[in-house]
């Protein structure tokens, strides 16, 4: 998702009902515990799974790793079982998941992290991973797992870059540094050579890494359905650095694409791009981002919030204009998509609650309608044997809750919701308690399977 930084807020009104809509067979609604999965493959614009084509509604649970660790003072093994019964009873087959965090010296950054600046380790997180993919597979679900991340929030490649040109960063909403310094100061990652490979050996680390709890090689394991090699990379934020780096960006991307199939040739690859907004809304640059070879599927994300499109405070008379935008924003990915000869998937979309409130229990109206638009675009591609061939909500809070009256996570905490530790606990998570939420999920992968 997008840093949620302090962008303008935007506008909103119109629901689309999921009655009357009907599609046939989702390969992997149902739980498999045969222990026959094969991997999830491409053909033409649709995923294959188990010999037939494979359509899925997914959620992002950035945590999932952290909850799984056996440090106590980090995991709660018990919960992330749990979350993922919750998920699978709701028809969940796909999930996204952090896989790598940087510890930083970025504001609201994790900590603990998966590794420091010296390269060293931590064990307890790697081994949360090995488990959550274990638990995973009992349930016949999927991981896409991106191995860094454009924003501080997990520390990321502004985070790599300060580990390697003497300490220098830039934190979001820094005064003295305002939008877009954040991103054109991490985009010179492109152009950093010991950045870059620290990057790639945290990349070599992970590929070839035998799983702790199954004694199974994550290249052999098709509970992993893709490596995704950032969450959000952009080659700048102003389109004059987009313009000096982007050459530097795309050449980044095609390398670690290449080398993750040198690792692994099991597994697909995507970038994480986040669509026409992450190339400042040039669909050249978008399209030129994910033209490798050996880049196996476009993806979008969706933030009407962040983006202007949606006013929290007014989120019925702002509605039309995200029903607009979201289209219109979906409408070129599939361009994109199409011109490229692969599937897409709708990997993150969120919506703020009713009057901006981070509380479960409160209403969901409009979040509901929002996703109800991504939803259909899902099953009209299905009903077609279309191009849209996944979507993942931002994202699953299930049992966690802001611990704060001010709703921030602080260090070391491990009530984790669906927020990261930079975003308001609340803001898009879809907690247990949302039954209109989770009976629009429950119900779209009903429809979906249904003949």
């Given at each position: 998702m997008v840093n949620r930084r302090e962008l303008s807020l935007g506008l909103a009104g119109m629901g689309i009902s999921l009655a009357g809509l009907s599609a046939s067979g989702l390969a992997g609604c149902s739980p498999q515990r045969d222990g026959k999965a094969t991997f999830i493959t491409t053909k033409?614009?649709?995923?294959?799974?188990?010999?037939?084509p494979y359509y899925y509604a997914g959620a992002n649970l950035w945590y999932a790793a952290y909850a799984a660790s056996p440090d106590p003072a980090i995991g709660n093994p018990g919960r992330l079982e749990r979350e993922l019964d919750a998920l699978t009873k709701l028809g969940i087959t796909n999930l996204r998941l952090l896989a790598s965090s940087e510890l930083s010296p970025l504001k609201n950054s994790l900590n603990p992290a998966f590794q420091s600046s010296d390269g060293t380790l931590n064990e307890s997180l790697l081994q949360g991973l090995d488990k959550a993919l274990a638990l995973m597979a009992e349930r016949g679900m999927t991981a896409i797992l991106y191995l860094t991340n454009f924003w501080e929030w997990s520390g990321g490649l502004g985070t790599y870059?300060?580990?390697?040109?003497?300490?220098?960063?830039?934190?979001?909403?820094?005064?003295?540094?305002p939008w877009p310094a954040f991103p054109d100061f991490v985009s010179q990652f492109y152009e950093n050579q010991a950045a870059l490979v620290?990057?790639?050996?945290?990349?070599?680390?992970?590929?070839?890494?035998?799983?702790?709890?199954?004694?199974?090689?994550?290249?052999?394991?098709?509970?992993?359905?893709?490596?995704?090699?950032?969450?959000?990379?952009?080659?700048?934020?102003?389109?004059e650095i987009i313009a000096k780096r982007f050459k530097a960006y795309k050449g980044w991307i095609d390398r670690s694409a290449a080398l993750i199939k040198s690792l692994d040739p099991n597994h697909l690859v995507c970038v994480g791009h986040e669509g026409p907004k992450g190339c400042n809304d040039d669909l050249a640059l978008t399209q030129s981002a994910q033209d490798s070879p050996n880049i196996d599927y476009t993806t979008a994300h969706i933030w009407p919030q962040n983006w202007s499109w949606a006013d929290p405070k007014d989120l019925e008379g702002s509605f039309p204009t995200v029903a607009k935008e979201t289209t219109a924003y979906i409408a070129n990915s599939v361009t994109i998509t199409n011109a490229l000869k692969k599937p897409l998937v709708i990997e993150e979309f969120g919506f703020p609650r009713d009057e901006a409130s981070y509380e479960a229990g409160t209403?969901?109206?409009?979040?509901?309608?929002?996703?109800?638009?991504?939803i259909k675009a899902l099953l009209d591609s299905h009903q077609r044997g279309g191009e849209i061939a996944g979507i993942n909500f931002w994202a699953w809070g299930g049992?966690?809750?802001?611990?704060?009256?001010?709703?921030?996570?602080?260090?070391?905490?491990?009530?984790?919701?669906?927020d990261p530790p930079h975003e308001p606990q609340g803001w898009y998570s879809v907690f247990d308690t949302d039954a209109s939420t989770k009976a629009l999920i429950q119900n779209a992968v009903q429809k979906i399977a249904t003949p």
């Open positions: 033409g614009q649709q995923f294959i799974k188990d010999g037939a870059e300060a580990w390697t040109n003497g300490g220098t960063f830039i934190d979001m909403n820094d005064p003295a540094h620290k990057y790639e050996t945290y990349v070599r680390t992970l590929v070839t890494r035998t799983n702790s709890v199954t004694n199974k090689p994550y290249k052999d394991d098709p509970t992993i359905m893709s490596w995704q090699l950032c969450n959000e990379p952009r080659p700048g934020g102003t389109d209403p969901t109206i409009w979040r509901d309608k929002f996703y109800d638009l991504i049992e966690g809750r802001a611990l704060h009256d001010d709703y921030r996570m602080k260090p070391k905490e491990t009530a984790y919701v669906g």
